[in-house]
Protein backbone atom coordinates (compact mmCIF):
# COMPACT_ATOMS: atom_id res chain seq x y z
CA UNK A 1 0.00 0.00 0.00
CA UNK A 2 1.78 3.20 -0.72
CA UNK A 3 2.31 6.21 1.79
CA UNK A 4 -0.42 8.39 3.08
CA UNK A 5 -0.75 12.06 2.58
CA UNK A 6 0.24 12.59 5.82
CA UNK A 7 3.25 11.13 5.47
CA UNK A 8 4.15 11.99 2.50
CA UNK A 9 3.54 16.05 3.77
CA UNK A 10 5.79 14.93 6.55
CA UNK A 11 8.81 13.46 4.68
CA UNK A 12 8.67 17.00 2.35
CA UNK A 13 8.70 19.49 4.88
CA UNK A 14 11.56 17.24 6.39
CA UNK A 15 13.49 17.86 3.31
CA UNK A 16 12.55 21.70 3.00
CA UNK A 17 13.81 22.08 6.96
CA UNK A 18 17.57 19.99 5.67
CA UNK A 19 17.83 22.42 2.42
CA UNK A 20 17.01 25.70 4.63
CA UNK A 21 19.60 24.03 6.91
CA UNK A 22 22.34 23.97 4.40
CA UNK A 23 21.54 27.76 2.45
CA UNK A 24 21.18 29.59 5.18
CA UNK A 25 25.03 29.30 6.60
CA UNK A 26 25.77 30.40 2.97
CA UNK A 27 23.99 33.29 3.04
CA UNK A 28 25.45 34.15 6.25
CA UNK A 29 21.78 33.57 8.08
CA UNK A 30 23.21 31.26 10.41
CA UNK A 31 26.94 32.80 11.18
CA UNK A 32 27.64 32.66 14.70
CA UNK A 33 28.56 35.48 16.81
CA UNK A 34 32.25 34.35 17.12
CA UNK A 35 32.02 33.93 13.29
CA UNK A 36 31.33 38.00 13.31
CA UNK A 37 33.61 38.69 15.77
CA UNK A 38 36.70 37.12 13.66
CA UNK A 39 35.41 39.27 10.86
CA UNK A 40 35.96 42.21 12.35
CA UNK A 41 34.28 45.59 13.24
CA UNK A 42 34.60 49.05 12.19
CA UNK A 43 35.94 51.17 15.22
CA UNK A 44 36.49 55.05 14.86
CA UNK A 45 39.15 55.95 17.08
CA UNK A 46 39.64 59.77 17.94
CA UNK A 47 42.34 61.53 19.07
CA UNK A 48 41.85 64.70 21.03
CA UNK A 49 43.62 67.60 19.95
CA UNK A 50 47.17 67.86 22.25
CA UNK A 51 50.96 69.40 21.90
CA UNK A 52 49.88 71.57 18.89
CA UNK A 53 48.60 68.54 17.39
CA UNK A 54 45.16 68.61 15.80
CA UNK A 55 42.41 66.45 16.89
CA UNK A 56 42.15 63.23 14.09
CA UNK A 57 39.93 60.19 13.78
CA UNK A 58 41.49 57.21 12.86
CA UNK A 59 40.25 54.19 11.10
CA UNK A 60 40.66 50.65 12.94
CA UNK A 61 38.90 46.95 12.71
CA UNK A 62 38.19 45.02 16.40
CA UNK A 63 38.46 41.77 16.05
CA UNK A 64 37.84 38.64 18.71
CA UNK A 65 36.79 39.47 22.16
CA UNK A 66 38.16 39.31 26.03
CA UNK A 67 39.77 40.86 28.66
CA UNK A 68 43.34 40.23 27.11
CA UNK A 69 44.19 42.50 24.28
CA UNK A 70 46.37 43.40 21.38
CA UNK A 71 46.76 46.65 19.60
CA UNK A 72 49.23 45.96 16.35
CA UNK A 73 50.73 49.26 15.50
CA UNK A 74 52.03 49.59 12.17
CA UNK A 75 55.07 51.04 10.38
CA UNK A 76 55.34 54.60 7.99
CA UNK A 77 53.61 54.67 4.95
CA UNK A 78 52.04 51.28 5.30
CA UNK A 79 48.30 50.34 6.98
CA UNK A 80 46.44 48.11 9.11
CA UNK A 81 46.32 45.74 6.64
CA UNK A 82 50.24 44.82 6.75
CA UNK A 83 49.16 42.82 9.69
CA UNK A 84 47.26 40.27 8.22
CA UNK A 85 49.36 37.41 8.33
CA UNK A 86 49.70 37.55 12.10
CA UNK A 87 45.93 38.28 13.09
CA UNK A 88 44.79 34.79 12.28
CA UNK A 89 47.23 33.30 14.93
CA UNK A 90 45.86 36.01 16.82
CA UNK A 91 42.08 35.00 16.86
CA UNK A 92 43.00 31.40 17.46
CA UNK A 93 44.31 31.99 20.50
CA UNK A 94 41.87 33.73 21.91
CA UNK A 95 42.95 37.38 21.75
CA UNK A 96 40.98 40.36 21.61
CA UNK A 97 42.70 42.25 18.40
CA UNK A 98 42.55 46.22 17.27
CA UNK A 99 44.11 46.93 13.95
CA UNK A 100 43.90 50.93 12.96
CA UNK A 101 46.05 53.47 10.30
CA UNK A 102 48.09 55.99 12.13
CA UNK A 103 46.90 59.48 10.88
CA UNK A 104 46.92 60.31 7.40
CA UNK A 105 47.29 56.67 6.73
CA UNK A 106 45.21 54.49 4.87
CA UNK A 107 41.48 55.65 5.94
CA UNK A 108 42.59 57.92 8.46
CA UNK A 109 42.28 61.41 8.78
CA UNK A 110 44.96 64.01 9.16
CA UNK A 111 48.29 64.60 7.99
CA UNK A 112 51.41 61.95 8.48
CA UNK A 113 53.04 63.24 11.54
CA UNK A 114 55.18 60.26 13.23
CA UNK A 115 56.15 62.64 15.53
CA UNK A 116 52.62 62.19 17.26
CA UNK A 117 52.32 58.57 16.18
CA UNK A 118 52.45 57.83 20.18
CA UNK A 119 48.95 60.37 20.38
CA UNK A 120 47.61 57.94 17.84
CA UNK A 121 48.68 54.61 19.65
CA UNK A 122 47.72 55.91 23.61
CA UNK A 123 44.03 56.46 21.66
CA UNK A 124 44.33 53.07 20.38
CA UNK A 125 44.75 51.58 23.92
CA UNK A 126 42.12 53.28 25.47
CA UNK A 127 39.82 52.38 22.65
CA UNK A 128 40.49 48.91 23.40
CA UNK A 129 40.16 49.19 26.40
CA UNK A 130 36.84 50.66 26.55
CA UNK A 131 35.48 47.83 24.30
CA UNK A 132 36.60 45.29 27.53
CA UNK A 133 40.06 44.49 27.11
CA UNK A 134 41.72 45.10 30.58
CA UNK A 135 45.24 43.57 29.55
CA UNK A 136 46.56 45.15 26.54
CA UNK A 137 49.82 44.14 24.69
CA UNK A 138 51.57 46.73 21.91
CA UNK A 139 53.05 45.24 18.84
CA UNK A 140 54.28 47.71 16.70
CA UNK A 141 56.74 47.72 13.43
CA UNK A 142 59.10 50.52 12.88
CA UNK A 143 57.55 53.84 13.80
CA UNK A 144 54.27 51.49 15.48
CA UNK A 145 57.71 50.10 17.72
CA UNK A 146 58.82 53.18 18.57
CA UNK A 147 55.30 54.54 19.69
CA UNK A 148 55.08 51.40 21.26
CA UNK A 149 57.84 51.94 23.48
CA UNK A 150 57.26 55.72 24.48
CA UNK A 151 53.30 54.49 25.41
CA UNK A 152 54.60 51.73 26.84
CA UNK A 153 56.70 53.96 29.63
CA UNK A 154 53.71 56.10 30.04
CA UNK A 155 51.20 53.76 30.84
CA UNK A 156 50.70 50.08 32.24
CA UNK A 157 50.60 47.60 29.04
CA UNK A 158 50.54 43.62 29.19
CA UNK A 159 53.77 43.77 27.41
CA UNK A 160 55.62 45.43 24.56
CA UNK A 161 57.28 44.00 20.99
CA UNK A 162 59.20 45.93 18.60
CA UNK A 163 59.72 44.91 15.17
CA UNK A 164 62.68 47.25 13.65
CA UNK A 165 62.10 50.16 15.50
CA UNK A 166 64.25 53.28 15.51
CA UNK A 167 65.14 54.75 18.68
CA UNK A 168 64.08 58.05 17.26
CA UNK A 169 61.89 59.02 14.17
CA UNK A 170 61.11 63.01 14.08
CA UNK A 171 60.61 64.47 17.16
CA UNK A 172 59.46 61.03 18.72
CA UNK A 173 62.15 59.56 20.81
CA UNK A 174 61.84 55.99 22.40
CA UNK A 175 65.77 55.82 23.34
CA UNK A 176 64.80 58.52 26.08
CA UNK A 177 62.26 56.84 27.70
CA UNK A 178 62.77 53.17 27.34
CA UNK A 179 64.24 52.65 30.78
CA UNK A 180 61.09 53.71 32.19
CA UNK A 181 59.68 50.26 30.39
CA UNK A 182 58.41 47.97 32.99
CA UNK A 183 56.31 45.43 31.58
CA UNK A 184 57.95 42.61 29.46
CA UNK A 185 59.40 43.72 26.14
CA UNK A 186 60.55 41.85 23.09
CA UNK A 187 63.20 43.72 20.47
CA UNK A 188 63.33 41.86 16.92
CA UNK A 189 65.48 43.27 14.39
CA UNK A 190 66.87 41.25 11.06
CA UNK A 191 70.51 41.04 11.35
CA UNK A 192 70.81 42.93 7.90
CA UNK A 193 68.81 46.17 8.44
CA UNK A 194 70.60 49.48 8.34
CA UNK A 195 72.55 50.09 11.52
CA UNK A 196 70.13 52.20 12.90
CA UNK A 197 67.72 50.10 13.32
CA UNK A 198 70.04 47.00 14.81
CA UNK A 199 71.55 49.57 16.86
CA UNK A 200 68.65 50.50 18.23
CA UNK A 201 67.26 46.92 19.25
CA UNK A 202 70.82 46.59 21.28
CA UNK A 203 69.83 50.42 22.86
CA UNK A 204 66.43 49.40 23.89
CA UNK A 205 67.54 45.94 25.42
CA UNK A 206 70.87 47.33 27.32
CA UNK A 207 68.24 49.72 28.54
CA UNK A 208 65.69 47.93 29.57
CA UNK A 209 64.40 46.01 32.24
CA UNK A 210 63.82 41.85 32.72
CA UNK A 211 61.93 40.03 31.66
CA UNK A 212 63.02 41.69 28.30
CA UNK A 213 64.79 39.88 25.38
CA UNK A 214 66.31 40.41 21.83
CA UNK A 215 66.23 38.37 18.19
CA UNK A 216 68.38 39.17 15.87
CA UNK A 217 67.00 37.51 12.56
CA UNK A 218 70.41 36.29 10.71
CA UNK A 219 70.68 36.85 7.24
CA UNK A 220 67.72 39.09 6.57
CA UNK A 221 67.16 42.72 5.79
CA UNK A 222 63.66 42.59 5.84
CA UNK A 223 62.01 45.36 7.47
CA UNK A 224 59.06 45.91 10.08
CA UNK A 225 56.00 43.79 8.92
CA UNK A 226 57.96 42.41 6.16
CA UNK A 227 59.63 40.24 8.78
CA UNK A 228 56.66 38.43 9.40
CA UNK A 229 56.61 37.33 5.52
CA UNK A 230 60.27 36.97 5.23
CA UNK A 231 61.82 34.12 3.27
CA UNK A 232 64.18 31.29 4.92
CA UNK A 233 62.13 30.68 7.39
CA UNK A 234 62.78 33.88 9.07
CA UNK A 235 58.76 34.96 8.51
CA UNK A 236 57.54 31.68 10.67
CA UNK A 237 60.39 32.41 13.18
CA UNK A 238 59.08 35.63 13.54
CA UNK A 239 55.39 34.85 13.88
CA UNK A 240 56.07 32.22 16.35
CA UNK A 241 58.21 34.84 18.72
CA UNK A 242 55.46 37.43 18.92
CA UNK A 243 52.82 34.29 19.83
CA UNK A 244 54.85 32.69 22.29
CA UNK A 245 55.67 36.00 23.83
CA UNK A 246 52.02 37.02 24.15
CA UNK A 247 50.79 33.51 25.30
CA UNK A 248 53.80 33.21 27.70
CA UNK A 249 52.70 36.85 29.45
CA UNK A 250 48.89 36.99 28.92
CA UNK A 251 48.70 36.41 32.77
Not at 119 to 137: E, H, P, Y
Amino acid sequence: MGPSLQSTSMRARGCLLVALAIILPACGGGGSSDDTAKAGNDVTINVPASGGSPAVQLAGVERGRGQVGVVLAHMLNSSQSAWSPLVTDLLDEGLHVLTFDFRGHGLSSGNRDPSHANLDLAAAVAKLRSLGATRIFVVGASMGGTAAIVVGASESLAGVVTLSAPAKIDALDAGAVAGKLTEPVLFIVGQKDEARYTDAARSFYAATHEPKRLEVMPDTAAHGTDLLTAGGGVGDRVQALIMGFLVDNRG
